[in-house]
């Protein structure tokens, strides 16, 4: 068989799209939503009684523990997307996907022949473990080997393929609704094993980051991948550039790769960046996508009082949303840029979920019901625009090379960590405080607007090492925006850069 199953240049990239981020994207949604649409199942609530909140006697015990059930997978998620800050580095990009895969299968297995709250509880923790490693790692290898002008469209189909998971997970639920036994949420448990051999398969015949070869120091197999990526040939100069950009900037950056060195600033703004990167996937589940994703279902039946065959078709309709919303960014972003997308989503966000909680909080009223429910469907839009695959992108952009994984899977991780609160504190929430508990996600959606504004610098069509020129210029904290502004793409100031290096910031302090 052919190197690359015969590809090369955008043809590799769109392989490396549609056969390992599509199926790897679409496991995490729908690993996110599976769990939240089988919970009102008969043959479910009959299986795990502990977690049955519509025939318990205390629901306020059995909503909590049924948060808790529901977290789980978060706690996993955060427990995968953290052991990549070491083993990303050590497997590399390639076989971190790979090993992430079979993990799922694992997860996936134990989930669809769950006979015990125990082990459903551990199948989800399992589960979490290797979606939270892919959500780590795909978006990070896919923006490595992507060309600049197209690495912000590639990488935010993740809000695409994510929805479309969502979507997935929710209709086949509905669909097996009209089911009885087991089976109606067994079946749709095991789906994620097909997802997750899929995704094995490609890999298999897909190249590695030729970033991180560069960062091992195996530069001809960096060089063949570059060509093929580029399309060229491994002695042309365009191949030639890319890798002297890429040992420039790890030169710039020093041999020294600990996580310590995270903590210091250095002549590339280390510790600024990995605050804007963190900063970024915090305001994935500050949005309340959360939320709705792993409560959808149970929003519609319960606190809008729809009945349950409307709610699922609901809740499958409004995943699919989702992709609507991403194509809206993968076709605008390089256009209208990171910052600007964030910045209008968090704005429509704040308003969609200020009216739910108003209108939702009168249920009673069929004509706020049904409000209600629009402007459930386009929040999801909104979000995804802004917030479905931009915090991703910007964690990978962010970040410097020596630093690229530590940087992203910290990030992810503590997106999951919020992810975790969240998903414990709904249920108890929504006992106590019904729709108008959307009033809080709103305000925070609000203070995103001018967080982004003052401090997220514009990186579209940049080469990510222009990125590590951009921080090396910058002063403080509130310069970088500027700085972006300011510095012609694709043509390094050097004169600032040498400045900055004689001026012994290596190994600056923390302040920001």
């Known amino acids: 068989m052919a190197r690359f199953l015969g590809c090369r240049g955008s043809s590799l990239n769109i392989v490396a799209i549609l056969g390992v981020l599509m199926p790897g994207i679409m496991s995490v949604g729908y690993n996110a939503a599976s769990l939240g649409g089988v919970l009102t199942f008969n043959a479910f609530e009959a299986q795990f009684p502990d977690i049955d909140v519509t025939h318990s006697e205390n ?72 979606t939270g490693a892919i959500l780590a790692t795909i978006p990070l290898w896919q923006s490595e080997i992507s060309p600049a002008h197209r690495r912000g469209a590639h990488v935010v189909t993740k809000g695409v393929f994510s929805g479309i998971g969502c979507a997935l997970a929710l209709f086949l639920e509905y669909g097996m609704s009209f089911m009885k036994g087991s089976i109606t949420w067994r079946l749709p448990s095991a789906f994620p094993m097909f997802l997750s051999f899929v995704i094995l398969g490609f890999m298999f015949c897909l190249p590695e980051s030729p970033r991180w070869l560069l960062c091992q120091n195996r530069v001809p197999e960096a060089r063949e991948i570059l060509a093929a990526l580029e399309n060229a040939s491994a002695d042309s100069d365009v191949v030639e550039s890319r890798i002297k950009e890429v040992q420039s900037s790890l030169d710039l950056a020093g041999n020294n790769a600990s996580l310590a060195r995270l903590y210091n600033m250095g002549p590339q703004r280390t510790f600024h960046r990995a605050i804007l990167a963190m900063g970024g996937m915090i305001f994935v589940q500050l949005t309340g ?59 429509g966000n704040a308003l ?139 043509q390094p100031n050097d004169v600032l850069i040498e400045e900055k290096l004689k001026s012994g910031l290596t190994v600056t302090a923390v302040p920001v």
């Open 352 to 490: 969609c979920l200020a009216l739910v909680a108003g209108l939702g909080s009168q249920a009673a009223n069929i004509t706020s019901a049904h409000a209600a429910i629009f402007f459930i469907f386009l929040f999801h839009f909104s979000y995804i625009i802004g917030f479905g695959g931009i915090p991703y992108l910007y964690a990978t952009e962010l970040a410097p090379l020596h630093l690229r994984t530590t940087i992203n899977s910290i990030s992810i991780s503590m997106s999951w960590a919020f992810s975790i609160l969240i998903a414990n504190v709904t249920p108890i929430a929504f006992n106590n405080m019904g729709q108008k508990y959307f009033f809080i996600f709103a305000a925070f959606n609000a203070s995103i607007v001018p967080i982004v504004y003052y401090l997220f610098p514009e990186t579209s069509g940049r080469e990510l090492e222009e990125i590590d020129e951009i921080f090396t210029i910058s002063n403080s904290m509130f310069d970088v925006v500027k700085r972006a502004k300011e510095l012609p793409k694709r």
């Open 59 to 130: 629901s306020s015990h059995t909503s909590t523990l049924q948060g808790t059930v529901v977290a789980v997978y978060a706690i996993g998620g955060f427990l995968g997307t953290f052991s990549c800050i070491w083993l990303g580095d050590i497997l590399g990009r390639r076989r971190m996907i790979m090993a992430a895969s079979v993990v799922q299968i694992l997860g996936a297995t134990l989930n669809a022949t769950a006979y015990s709250l125990t082990q459903l509880v551990v199948s989800r923790v399992i589960i979490g473990v290797g």
């Open 289 to 347: 996508s959360t939320v709705t994703t792993f409560y959808t279902t149970e929003i519609f039946e319960k606190d809008l009082l729809l009945d349950e065959s409307t709610s699922r078709l609901l809740a499958g309709a409004y995943q699919l949303v989702g992709p609507i919303g991403g194509i809206v960014s993968v076709l605008t972003i390089e256009v209208v840029g990171r910052r600007k997308l964030m910045m209008l989503s968090a704005t």
